[in-house]
């Protein structure tokens, strides 16, 4: 599986068989440019502007942004509702995330996840080799309650996003946290960035948990 950071909560997953996009966004709501690429599946976490820029992926790609369970070139993807907020979806709405499962990795995308998994959800989504976790505050997890959140689901990989950036739009996003907040949290202090992450089966550790800081 090979991964790349298009920005925000965005990133483009590719396995063997098939190309996947998680939660696109408009480029005049976020401040970074969102680039052209093609996918087989793109996923919706939920329809604010930051997350929700379909029309800009190339292809017939299948698009989901509901829960349940969907499959395209060998690819299963699990999708559950959460909210993005702590009360219940009262005061932003609903959340959904997703998992990806190729037949040898599995990957979880928590969108703007905002508040604790319950266990009874943990156990339904299983193993987990890489968590995608949203770090920032303010319209989500904060840095402590991610790091909480990794060590909940013992992922082999964690790669943070949905944290503050020079680019990012200082309107919306200026009261989010900066990345390194959450490497502190992981004392993961230091890591430097790189530009995509391949993991093979071979590499997954459930053992220990890997910081992966990745580059737009």
């Known amino acids: 599986m090979e991964i790349k950071y298009l920005g925000h909560s965005s990133f483009l997953i590719k396995t063997k068989a098939a190309k996947i996009v998680t939660d ?16 087989d599946i793109v996923t919706v976490s939920h329809y604010h502007k930051d997350h929700c820029n379909t029309e800009a992926i190339k292809g017939t790609p299948l698009i989901i942004d ?52 319950q266990p009874a959800l943990i156990d339904e989504i299983g193993s987990v080799d890489i968590l995608f976790v949203p ?20 992922p ?18 200026e009261g989010l946290s900066p990345v390194e907040s959450f490497l502190k949290e992981m004392g993961a202090e230091g890591v430097s960035a790189i530009d995509k992450l391949i993991v093979k089966k071979d590499q997954l550790n459930q053992d220990s948990t ?6 737009v």
């Not at 690819?75 to 993005?84: A, P």
């Not at 770090?135 to 013992?154: C, D, F, R």
């Not at 082999?156 to 996003?173: A, C, D, R, T, W």
Request: charged share 25%; with cysteine.
């Open 66 to 117: 509901w829960p349940g369970e969907f499959e395209k070139k060998e690819v299963r993807v699990y999708s559950y509702l959460t909210f993005h907020d702590d009360k219940n979806a009262e005061k932003k709405g609903e959340n959904v995330i997703y998992k990806f499962d190729d037949g040898e990795i599995t990957a979880l995308h928590c969108g703007d996840l905002s508040h604790a998994l």
């Open 135 to 154: 770090v920032g505050g303010v319209y989500t997890l904060n840095p402590q309650e991610a790091s909480k959140l990794t060590s909940l689901i013992e």
């Open 156 to 173: 082999s990989f964690v790669i943070p996003m949905h944290y503050f950036k020079e680019g990012l739009n200082p309107q919306k996003f």
């Open 24 to 39: 696109p966004f408009y480029e005049e709501e976020v401040g970074f440019s969102f680039p052209k690429v093609e996918a």
């Open 210 to 215: 890997t910081v992966v800081l990745l580059s």
